[in-house]
């Protein structure tokens, strides 16, 4: 299932007050204690925008972080803004540790973790790091709430984390720009158990295009066709997520928010 997308901002309280002007709901998340980072949230059900940030950029340095992990992207990329890394969640973390060895991956954890909310509650999960020797694009990591699903939905609502958009606003997918389209969905394909889709042609980024499917929110594999989107964050960043796709009865709009590009498609 997917879980959320990290975009890491400088300035969390900026980018929730910026995302309000739009229509979509974002909230303070909390602290990772001695971590050095700290985060805002943007739900739709139980999938989210993470706007990830630090608040002791020596810290996130300094520390040894395990390889493939998202701490360890974050400050590989030096703390640039921009989509970094998404997480699919999972229910048997330890099951999903084999699954991945067997598949000849390299896998790190799980490990444990925590942040404090704003009220001061506790949020505990666990973490799963995979990747593969000499990939450029890095995987999904692993996520297991203590929580079940239903508990963390009502949870989150009670608490007002989980909110309605005033743009009633859904999550659709995730983009990443690849270099070998086939090669990268026939991989993830297997590795995660992920239906394909059909191929297509996006004139606006002027690139191919095919699916992943997971409940909650889809990936999208885009390679270039010519030298537009896709073609311009691959000379510049190299393969990763690049665009969060939404859906609206409301509007449609699309924008770039601390180096990370939104679109809005209007349901009809």
Known sequence: MFDHVVHFVEDPEKAIAF????????????????????NAVSYFDLSYIELL?????????????PRHSFLETVAK????????????????????????????LMVNGPE???????????????LLYIGQLNGELELPFIIQWKEKDEERRQELTES???????????????????RDL?????????????????KFFDETLQAQCQSLELKGGRFVFSSPVGDGIVASVLRQRGERPFQVSLSSPV???????????????KAH
């Open 182 to 198: 086939e090669k990268t969905v026939r991989q993830w394909s297997e590795w995660f158990g992920l239906e394909v889709g059909e």
């Open 77 to 104: 990329e030096q703390f640039t803004e921009g989509f970094s890394r998404v997480a699919i969640r999972t229910t048997d973390i330890e099951g999903a540790a084999r699954h991945f060895r067997e598949k000849g």
């Open 53 to 65: 940030s630090t608040y002791d950029k020596e810290l996130v340095k300094q520390t040894q972080h």
């Open 112 to 126: 444990s973790f925590s942040r404090k909310r704003p009220d001061g509650s506790l949020v505990e999960w666990q």
């Open 251 to 265: 509007n449609s709009s699309s924008f770039e928010l601390f180096g990370g590009m939104y679109e809005i498609k």
């Open 160 to 178: 007002k984390v989980i909110q309605p958009h005033p743009s009633k606003t859904v999550f659709s997918h995730v983009t990443f720009a690849v």
């Open 19 to 38: 995302l309000k002007e739009k229509g979509i709901a974002a909230v303070e998340g909390g602290v990772h204690e001695n971590r050095g980072t700290y």
